[in-house]
């Protein structure tokens, strides 16, 4: 209760005073601060963020929602309101120090690093531009997901008929399918004979991510799916992908993924780039669970709540990637 009735306090009233405080003392306002004391990717963009929605002024909260063409007029405006130079006044003399605060707030560290860098107009627009092309894109990505994942699975739809079929020549390249219906689909982990009743849940957002690991990581996707047909340690593999994506689907909607994105996308995040998080999630836990040696499939929302904890523990490191780059890249 301490630590809510601090933190409003602090939002409130005490932060707004500080930042008063410390502009008076640097002559820069806090987004040239963070633009210039931290290191591009979530560091940076993570404190914008907070920065921008938690600011007084209506212009500086409604950056985080302006779409790509109209982010240069906004920059501007920005620069404008919060008085950035355009360019070093050459009669000024150079004061280089450094001030570090630290506030402990309930649990969190509070700090800012002010250093004088003269950190002025166009190297400041063009980071905060960086940060603002990152906050927004996240938020049209989730869009574009949840679009996807809206989509349903149609049979008579030819491009969603030949996706299927294609995930199916992925990974079983030397076994013809007997038709389209049929009890071989099991062997790639469906559980019927038709698997379009399985992409009730994640939609064509199931099919695409099981397709985009088969399609760029062809190697390892077979590695990972015989691992799933081991007669003790198996599982059904498009099941568990299909829950992975659900995994991966609930990590960006509750916004746990943007430190990932911040730091792995310079730029937009699009489409491919949750497609590639979907592999690092499947690679992984499938090396996770054959770790773990379960003792039947029975035990598996167990042993996945376990990874997902992993997961998010993960993302809490600001300088998070899950990334395969410890995994050689198929050709």
Same mark, same amino acid.
């Given at each position: 209760?301490?630590?809510?009735?601090?933190?409003?306090?602090?939002?409130? /009233?005490?932060?707004?005073?500080?930042?008063?405080?410390? #502009?008076?003392?640097?002559?820069?306002? $806090?987004?040239? @601060?963070?633009?210039?004391?931290?290191?591009?990717?979530?560091? #940076?963009?993570?404190?914008?963020?907070?920065?921008?929605?938690?600011?007084?002024?209506?212009?500086? #909260?409604?950056?985080? =929602?302006?779409?790509?063409?109209?982010?240069?007029?906004?920059? =501007?405006?920005?620069?404008?309101?919060?008085?950035?130079?355009? !360019? *070093?006044?050459?009669?000024?003399?150079?004061?280089?120090?450094?001030?570090?605060?630290?506030?402990?707030?309930?649990?969190?560290?509070?700090?800012?690093?002010?250093?004088?860098?003269?950190? /002025?107009?166009? #190297?400041?627009?063009?980071?905060?531009?960086?940060?603002?092309?990152?906050?927004?894109?996240?938020? &049209?990505?989730?869009?574009?997901?949840?679009?996807? *994942?809206? $989509?349903?699975?149609?049979?008579?739809?030819? !491009?969603? $008929?030949?996706?299927?079929?294609?995930?199916?020549?992925?990974?079983?390249? %030397?076994?013809?399918? %007997?038709? @389209?219906?049929?009890? !071989?689909?099991?062997?790639?982990?469906?559980?019927?004979?038709?698997?379009?009743?399985?992409?009730?849940?994640?939609?064509?957002?199931?099919?695409?991510?099981?397709?985009?690991?088969?399609?760029?990581?062809?190697?390892?996707?077979?590695?990972?799916?015989?691992?799933?047909?081991?007669?003790?340690?198996?599982?059904?593999?498009?099941?568990?992908?299909? &829950?992975?994506?659900?995994?991966?689907?609930?990590?960006?909607?509750?916004?746990?993924?943007?430190?990932?994105?911040?730091?792995?996308?310079?730029?937009?995040?699009?489409?491919?780039?949750?497609? !590639?998080?979907?592999?690092?999630?499947?690679?992984? /836990?499938?090396? /996770?669970?054959?770790?773990?040696?379960?003792?039947?499939?029975?035990?598996? &929302?167990?042993? @996945? %709540?376990?990874?997902?904890?992993?997961?998010?523990?993960?993302?809490?490191?600001?300088?998070?990637?899950?990334?395969?780059?410890?995994?050689?890249?198929?050709?």
């Amino acid at each position: 209760m301490f630590g809510s009735i601090w933190g409003y306090f602090y939002t409130s /009233f005490l932060r707004y005073w500080l930042k008063w405080f410390i #502009r008076q003392v640097t002559g820069k306002c $806090e987004l040239q @601060r963070i633009c210039a004391g931290y290191k591009p990717g979530a560091p #940076r963009t993570t404190k914008a963020e907070y920065s921008l929605k938690n600011s007084k002024s209506k212009l500086l #909260r409604a950056a985080v =929602d302006v779409e790509e063409d109209g982010l240069e007029k906004h920059l =501007d405006l920005i620069m404008r309101e919060k008085n950035v130079k355009t !360019q *070093r006044d050459p009669t000024s003399v150079l004061l280089s120090f450094t001030v570090l605060l630290i506030f402990y707030i309930d649990d969190f560290i509070w700090y800012m690093l002010m250093t004088n860098v003269c950190l /002025f107009g166009p #190297r400041f627009k063009v980071n905060l531009k960086l940060c603002l092309l990152q906050i927004t894109g996240y938020r &049209n990505l989730f869009t574009s997901v949840e679009e996807l *994942r809206k $989509e349903n699975f149609d049979s008579d739809k030819v !491009q969603h $008929e030949e996706m299927l079929l294609k995930l199916w020549d992925l990974l079983m390249p %030397e076994v013809k399918l %007997e038709s @389209r219906v049929t009890k !071989q689909w099991g062997d790639i982990g469906f559980q019927g004979d038709d698997p379009k009743t399985d992409f009730r849940g994640m939609g064509m957002l199931g099919l695409t991510n099981l397709v985009f690991f088969s399609e760029n990581y062809t190697e390892e996707a077979r590695q990972v799916l015989s691992h799933a047909n081991h007669p003790k340690l198996g599982y059904s593999y498009a099941i568990v992908g299909i &829950n992975l994506t659900e995994m991966a689907y609930s990590l960006l909607k509750s916004g746990a993924l943007k430190p990932h994105f911040y730091n792995t996308v310079s730029g937009r995040p699009q489409l491919q780039h949750l497609h !590639q998080l979907f592999c690092y999630l499947v690679y992984k /836990f499938d090396k /996770f669970w054959v770790e773990e040696e379960p003792e039947s499939i029975m035990e598996f &929302n167990h042993y @996945r %709540e376990k990874f997902h904890d992993n997961i998010k523990i993960q993302l809490l490191d600001p300088a998070v990637a899950l990334t395969m780059t410890d995994s050689p890249r198929s050709n």
